[in-house]
């Protein structure tokens, strides 16, 4: 079987990638545990299955390659093992929580970690960030039951251990999570000035009009290129409702306008959005009128949060920014709208 160091070596051979010297700095940790993982385990009626070895928690800014390397890594496995990204994970154990209460469990947590860790020696999160207080009341106990299940994680973030949760509601209730992995996985950080994501965009065109079978080849060309055409499904839980995103993969969305604006959705759930993804491709976006007045609403607080946020925005649209909404009350308003939108394709846009 390859090891990590081959298998980024042969992608780098084969013009997938570019070598990074800060990626390849963290490929001896990914080749650690993919060489632990994969020893022989001694059997025998008193013996004793060894710690599993430490995960590793890979941080850093957004573009440098974490769920690149995070998928390699899953790549070169052959024992059974799972990458999700962390929000879709956690609506998963909410909702095995949830069915346990119904059953009278008196401790729910306990047979959901079970679940998990029967099923995989490996779990690969990508994008661990806690936003919601029932999430941290909740990870500190399941990573340490699954751990000692001798399941290894290995998680990629934008913050630092330290900062996961920062200034959340009952914060000190987290800060054993926090402890656990410090202790229980290696923290190494991603330091570059290279955002690859963003590389991939300089001098790209970022903005389709008209909507019609041009913009749709030309936006799926788009998605191909960020993501290579992986997707999972992203459900964002904001105030008990669920914000569902078809497409998602690595920090990348993808959604048509009526998936984000044609429901009744508000500021919390772009808020909430803006927050989750670094890039969003909106679809189909229409002309703006009376007709469609409440939808146009909803889209100028989600172009907001998204310019708040420093979201990168690709769309495809019936007109240009400017075109957009030239009739109709909120017409005035939306000039301001156009103006981020404009704003928003220029280079280097995004965090």
């Known amino acids: ?67 690149m390397l995070m998928d390699l890594f899953v790549d070169t496995l052959e024992v059974p093992a799972r990458r999700v990204h962390f929000h879709a994970f956690m609506q998963e154990m909410h909702a095995g929580m949830h069915a346990e209460r119904k059953k009278g469990t008196e401790d729910v947590i306990k047979p959901v970690a079970k679940k998990v860790s029967d099923a995989v020696k490996v779990l690969a999160f990508d994008e661990m960030q806690i936003t919601d207080i029932t999430d941290a009341m909740i990870v500190g106990r399941l990573f340490e039951q699954v751990m000692a299940a001798g ?9 630092v251990p330290d900062d996961l949760y920062k200034n959340g509601l009952n ?7 926090i402890a656990l992995i410090k202790d229980r996985m290696v923290v190494q950080e991603m330091a570059s000035d290279t955002d690859h994501r963003q590389n991939r965009m300089v001098g790209a065109q970022t903005y389709f009009t008209p909507n ?38 690595n920090g990348v969305a993808r959604a048509t306008f009526y998936d984000l604006c044609g429901r009744a959705l508000g500021p919390a759930d772009y808020l909430k959005l803006a927050e989750t993804v670094r890039v ?10 009376r007709s ?50 404009q704003e928003m ?6 965090g």
């Open 1 to 67: 079987m390859a090891s990590v160091q081959d298998e980024y070596e042969a992608r780098v051979a084969a013009g997938q990638i570019k070598r990074d010297p800060v990626q390849v700095a963290c490929l001896p940790e990914l080749e650690r545990i993919r060489a632990e993982v994969h020893k022989p385990q001694k059997s025998g009626l008193f013996r004793k299955a060894p710690p599993p070895p430490k995960g590793l928690y890979l941080w850093g800014g957004v573009g440098r390659g974490k769920s």
């Open 151 to 159: 399941c290894v994680i290995v998680t990629t973030s934008n913050r």
């Open 171 to 177: 914060r000190e209730l987290f800060l054993p999570a």
């Open 212 to 249: 019609g079978p041009e913009a749709r080849t030309e936006m799926e060309r788009v998605w191909q290129e960020l993501t290579g055409g992986k997707s999972e499904e992203l459900v964002l839980t904001v105030q008990g409702r669920q914000l569902a995103l078809p497409q998602y993969w």
């Open 280 to 289: 969003l491709m909106i679809e189909a976006v229409p002309l703006l009128s």
């Open 292 to 341: 469609n007045f409440n939808e146009a609403k909803r889209f100028v607080t989600l172009i907001d949060a998204l310019y708040e946020a420093k979201v990168r925005v690709i769309l495809s649209a019936a007109d240009t920014p400017e075109m957009l909404y030239v009739e109709g009350p909120g017409s005035f308003e939306f000039d301001r709208t156009a103006s981020r939108l």
């Open 345 to 350: 394709q220029s280079e280097g846009w995004g």
